[in-house]
């Protein structure tokens, strides 16, 4: 996102210290925040680190027990914090608890009971040096710095946060500009826990105050966003070798079999599609339906889109809020006009709603071809475009056609057939029958394949790789002398030779 948002330029005319945010939903003035400089970035890394120092001493399971306060206090300001997360980002309240502060109650929970488990020691039984032993013991990395998207403005960067403290490392967090509000209500949040105050910090400010988070002395970066910024990040990781989780954009395929239950899949994709206004990494952006299905799935998809309630985000009865930033709206549009010039049929949905809120309607886009933009760059909005195929290996073919590969569907009866197929995408997640909710499962790895990213999140991978794996190896049977050291002879060769044939015959 290299260009400064529009809702954000206002304020920074006045002042370019400054970033103003704004309710997408109706253009009102939420705050400001600065935009700091690498100085005080840089100082927020020092401290974290100080603070550090005391926390890795702790075990793990008071670690743990702190944590889990600072779960009571997202659970007991749920509603506050909903608010907060709806106001600035457009989402709805519903979606706000259920797609955020649930995640996180849940995965702080789930994580805080079994962190001692994951992070403990484990030995490695070793097949040939029977007279010695080993085991991999998980030190915690330092600092860990995170930059966040604006799409998940909470339960992305505190997921991340919780994982990275429980694994005793400090922790600097950069938003994105267009969600700074929600990073310091979670700030907030957290001192309330009584943590220690300096642990984890909030820096805001442009991509320029993410950049500098990667040269301020981190240990490690967990990166969200888009796949432009995360190579930029990768090369200055890259740079100075200090290793990095990105997780970057999506174009989740799903795949109407010719045997799936339509009503439910029809539901499936409107929401799919269209929760968070379609600003989620693994929406669905493309659907690829049986040609024997392709009508009646079209025409039920079409049905549910057509009865969503669009407005107000703040009211329970709302089914879409707002999408969050000008320039996204731009992008959709984009496409769209894009796709219909082709000979792709917009049948429901396809424009902006007047007025200063960021609303889009839900979108069903249909004759649909491989080679529109829509189904081959990720649209980040609330369209659903649909393509007819001839049977699954047409579908399959056509859902790897891409460069990325985070998310995917497939929609089937069968579920052998739904677990064949969702073996042949290439995609770090693919669910059968259902849509986007993995990510609220802790215990599930999390990230994609191709240009979606590297490493995962979540799981217990995910915790382990916030700490160095470090091996230590001894000996159980101390020998008077090892058979490869000196004095080398003809006779040690030959018994060494003699062993490899015995070994390996
Ligand atoms: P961006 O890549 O634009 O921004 C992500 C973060 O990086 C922001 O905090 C941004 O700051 C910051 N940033 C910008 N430039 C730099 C830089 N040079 N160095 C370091 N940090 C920088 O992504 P968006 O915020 O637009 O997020 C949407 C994207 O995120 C989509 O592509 C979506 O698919 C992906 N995403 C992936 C997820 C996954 O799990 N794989 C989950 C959610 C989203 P600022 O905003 O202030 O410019």
Redesign the pocket.
Known sequence: ??AVAARHEQGAQDNPNVIVSRNPATGEVLGEVADQGPEEVRAAVARARLAQRDWRALPIRDRARRVLALRDQVVSRADELCEAISREGGKTRHEALSMEVMVVADLATWFAKRAHEILAPESIPLHLLKNRASYVHYVPRGVVGI??????PFA?PMGEVVMALLAGNGVVL?????TPLVARKAKELYDAAGLPVDLFQVVT???????A??DAGIDYCI????????R??AA?CGERLIPCTL????KAPAIVCADADLDRTARALAWGAFANSGQ???SVERVYAHESVYDELTRKVVDVAQRLRQGDPARGETDLGAMT?DH?VEIVEERLRQAEAAGARVLAGGRRLAGPGLFFQPTVVTECTQDMDVMRK?I?GPVLPIMRVRDDEEAVRLANDSHLG?GAYVFTRDTQRGKRLAEQIEAGTVMVNDCLIT?GAPETP???VKK??LGR?HAAQGLRDLCEARHVNYDRLALRRELWWYPYSDRLYRRTLGLLKWLFR
């Open positions: 996102m290299g930059i966040a998207p604006w799409n998940f992305i950069k938003p994105s500009e267009m400010g442009r991509g320029q105050a993410g950049a988070l990667i990166f969200t966003g888009s796949t432009v910024t995360g930029k990040v200055a997780e970057l954009g999506g989620v990494c693994v930033w996204q990720e980040f985070l990510y999390w990230g994609g979606s990213g999140t």
